[in-house]
């Protein structure tokens, strides 16, 4: 069992950054795949981001490439989103996610990942 706690979100204006992390416990994070997904008010779940186990190979969705970037640090047992040049479009709340893997492939669909933090609220305003 894996838990993920996000931190990090809050109130930004537009062209702003933040930086969100998610804090894994209960099972070491090795071998475990990461994601960030979002999901805005009244829209579906969407993916954001996501690691590999090995942190070797990233993912990003069109809508942030170039502007958010992806990291996990083993030995503190977190996943990093930075988040830069924020468009009010960005405005959702985020989502860690975390799945066992045998691969060193990166998780890029919501059904792909067995574990979910509760999320953290992000706000770009003009």
């Known amino acids: 069992q894996v838990q993920l706690v996000e931190s990090g979100g809050g109130l930004v204006q537009a062209g702003g950054s933040l930086r969100l992390s998610c804090a894994a416990s209960?099972?070491?994070?090795?071998?475990?795949?990461m994601g960030w997904f979002r999901q805005a008010t009244g829209k579906e779940r969407e993916f954001v981001a996501a690691i590999n186990w090995s942190g070797s190979s990233t993912t990003y969705a069109d809508s942030v490439k170039g502007r958010f970037t992806i990291s996990r640090d083993g030995a503190k047992n977190t996943v990093n989103l930075q988040m830069n040049s924020l468009e009010l479009e960005d405005t959702a709340v985020y989502l860690c996610?975390?799945?066992?893997?045998?691969?060193?492939?990166?998780?890029?669909?919501?059904?792909?990942?067995?574990?979910w933090g509760q999320g953290t609220q992000v706000t770009v305003s003009s």
């Open positions: 209960g099972r070491t994070l090795s071998r475990l795949a």
């Open positions: 996610a975390a799945s066992p893997v045998s691969d060193s492939y990166t998780l890029v669909r919501v059904w792909e990942y067995n574990y």
